[in-house]
């Protein structure tokens, strides 16, 4: 199976499905929808039908394919996943048509009347002032540029996938996001475009002095002076890093979180942010091994700042989206002190909380967003006693944010659990301090529980129309997955754990690095035996 092209397929089908979708006329928005639901779950069954055939004990990279595409430049069309991009793959494939089911009415009441539900149906005869079809079909181009940048082996491919994909995002935010949505678009836009100049520059740089090539493979092995590997990595880093993002370069975040419409902001987050810390694992550290060491105190340094900074913001926020989206910036700290810990527990638990936080904010967005829905607001002063109107989706929400604050037997605890021991093992301050953390998120997340569903009920939310109904049967069918896979790998994490560990097992052996020897080593066999004769 190995044979068949899984990462092209899959990588054309979701465009080809978008030009598709969007040639609909505007007037059949529903049949937009359902194609385009079709379409994603066609990408789904692809996806696990690769992630069962894929060997973890087999080869690095498997799915192998290559085309010619510019001769000259020695740029080709190469594709191939080790375990880390295969997962990511697999959250891609389950997120959009959760998202896309999730967002099935956010077309539907642009044009109402200020003060109308602007979730109900449209009327009859009546076209969308955004239609479905544009917004469904910007979706699966989303998700084919996603699934490129993961699976792109070949350098230049991969920058082609890591711009473009700003495009889609790019229109999901400025046309269907809420207040000042295009400030929010253009935020996040001009600071991806300035990372991805900064990348640009070090592509260039790495094809004119690794010997005129953008295979991954021969690049790994060329040779590099320790000042030009130094500079390539910046180039590289900075881009990873505003994509990520890490702090100082977090600030578009809460902005496009909060504008886009709550699908969106749940790809955005669960994902396309996922590239940052995905480009630093399969191109920072793999091509310039030394400098990744050399830089590791900074990395390490941002990465802390940014989990208390990101949950103390979080703390003091009144609307749920951004609180939310800095809370994400609190998590991607954790994901970049497990990268640049260099040991295989805390590499293992930061792909894995890549794939865990995925799953949990995701979920915790499209929560927010039908609550918001409901109350026609986002600000956490707006509710209040919801639990009372609301009860199941109460609940929902809870289960979400007891899994954003990693609580045992959520998956986010698997992962942040081993990236804090695998840490500890080499950096006792950075591992100690990042718990502070740990116990700001319970802050931010209880609070925000509290402060929306919990209490006497408000009596303005009482009279709200929309907070009459709790969750709805589609409603349950898209948060259905992400609970059963939050609390599912909580408990068994192993399917994801074995396919994960080669592949950052194999990442650290390109740099150098080895775990630390056990502190208290194995007793001999000698030793065995004299203190069984006592």
């Known amino acids: 199976m190995n044979d068949f092209p899984f990462l092209s397929v899959l990588t054309a089908a979701p465009a080809v499905g978008g030009l598709v979708v969007a040639l609909l006329p505007n007037s059949r928005p529903t049949l937009a929808k359902a194609l385009s639901l079709g379409w994603s779950l066609v990408v789904l069954v692809g996806t696990i039908t690769m992630y069962t055939a894929f060997k973890p004990g087999g080869d690095r990279f498997q799915f192998h394919e290559s085309y010619r595409w510019i001769p000259s430049w020695d740029a080709r069309l190469t594709f191939a996943v080790d375990g880390i991009a295969l997962v990511m793959l697999l959250l891609i494939a389950v997120l959009v048509p959760v998202v896309m089911l999730a967002s099935w009415h956010d077309t539907d009441g642009y044009g109402a009347k200020a003060g109308e539900d602007r979730h109900s149906a449209a009327p009859v005869g009546v076209v969308p002032a955004r239609s479905a079809s544009a917004y469904f079909s910007l979706l699966l181009f989303l998700e084919s540029t996603m699934l490129g940048v993961f699976s792109a082996q070949d350098i230049f491919l991969f920058y082609v996938f890591f711009e473009i994909m700003l495009v889609p995002m790019y229109f999901l935010i400025g046309s269907y996001g809420g207040q000042r949505r295009q400030y929010a678009a253009v935020k996040f836009f001009l600071y991806s475009l300035v990372g991805g100049l900064f990348m640009l520059v070090a592509v260039i740089g790495l094809w004119v002095l690794g010997g005129h090539t953008f295979d991954w493979q021969k690049l790994v092995e060329a040779d590099f002076t320790t000042g030009t590997e130094r500079w390539l990595f910046l180039g590289f880093f900075i881009a990873f890093a505003i994509k990520a993002p890490f702090f100082p370069f977090h600030t578009w975040l809460p902005d496009a979180g909060?504008?886009?419409?709550?699908?969106?902001?749940?790809?955005?987050?669960?994902?396309?942010?996922?590239?940052?810390?995905?480009?630093?694992?399969?191109?920072?550290?793999?091509?310039?091994?030394?400098?990744?060491?050399?830089?590791?105190?900074?990395?390490?340094?941002?990465?802390?700042?940014?989990?208390?900074?990101?949950?103390?913001?979080?703390?003091?926020?009144?609307?749920?989206?951004?609180?939310?989206?800095?809370?994400?910036?609190?998590?991607?700290?954790?994901?970049?002190?497990?990268?640049?810990?260099?040991?295989?527990?805390?590499?293992?638990?930061?792909?894995?909380?890549?794939?865990?936080?995925?799953?949990?904010?995701?979920?915790?967005?499209?929560?927010?967003?039908?609550?918001?829905?409901?109350?026609?607001?986002?600000?956490?002063?707006?509710?209040?006693?919801?639990?009372?109107?609301?009860?199941?989706?109460?609940?929902?929400?809870?289960?979400?944010?007891?899994?954003?604050?990693?609580?045992?037997?959520?998956?986010?605890?698997?992962?942040?659990?081993?990236?804090?021991?695998?840490?500890?093992?080499?950096?006792?301050?950075?591992?100690?301090?990042?718990?502070?953390?740990?116990?700001?998120?319970?802050?931010?997340?209880?609070?925000?529980?509290?402060?929306?569903?919990?209490?006497?009920?408000?009596?303005?939310l009482a009279e709200v129309e929309g907070m009459k109904r709790d969750l709805s049967l589609r409603e349950g069918i898209v948060v259905a997955p992400l609970i059963a896979l939050i609390l599912g790998l909580g408990v068994y994490p192993k399917p994801v754990l074995d396919v994960i560990d080669p592949a950052v097992r194999a990442t650290l052996s390109d740099t150098g690095s080895t775990d630390p020897a056990p502190t208290h080593p194995a007793p001999t066999a000698d030793a065995v035996s004299k203190e069984s004769g006592k």
């Open 258 to 460: 909060g504008a886009a419409p709550a699908g969106s902001a749940a790809l955005l987050v669960g994902v396309l942010d996922k590239v940052g810390t995905f480009g630093i694992l399969r191109y920072c550290l793999p091509l310039f091994p030394n400098a990744s060491r050399y830089f590791a105190p900074l990395a390490l340094t941002l990465a802390l700042v940014g989990v208390i900074y990101g949950a103390l913001l979080a703390i003091g926020q009144n609307d749920l989206k951004r609180l939310v989206a800095y809370t994400s910036i609190a998590h991607f700290g954790f994901i970049g002190i497990g990268i640049f810990a260099f040991t295989t527990q805390s590499g293992t638990g930061a792909v894995l909380y890549m794939v865990n936080h995925g799953l949990a904010t995701g979920l915790l967005f499209l929560v927010v967003g039908m609550l918001a829905a409901r109350r026609g607001s986002a600000a956490v002063s707006d509710f209040g006693g919801a639990g009372k109107l609301v009860p199941v989706l109460a609940g929902v929400f809870l289960l979400a944010g007891l899994a954003s604050l990693a609580l045992p037997g959520t998956s986010p605890f698997v992962s942040e659990f081993l990236v804090l021991v695998g840490t500890f093992t080499v950096n006792k301050t950075v591992a100690v301090v990042a718990t502070v953390g740990v116990v700001l998120a319970a802050g931010y997340v209880l609070w925000m529980i509290q402060r929306t569903t919990h209490g006497t009920v408000n009596p303005a």
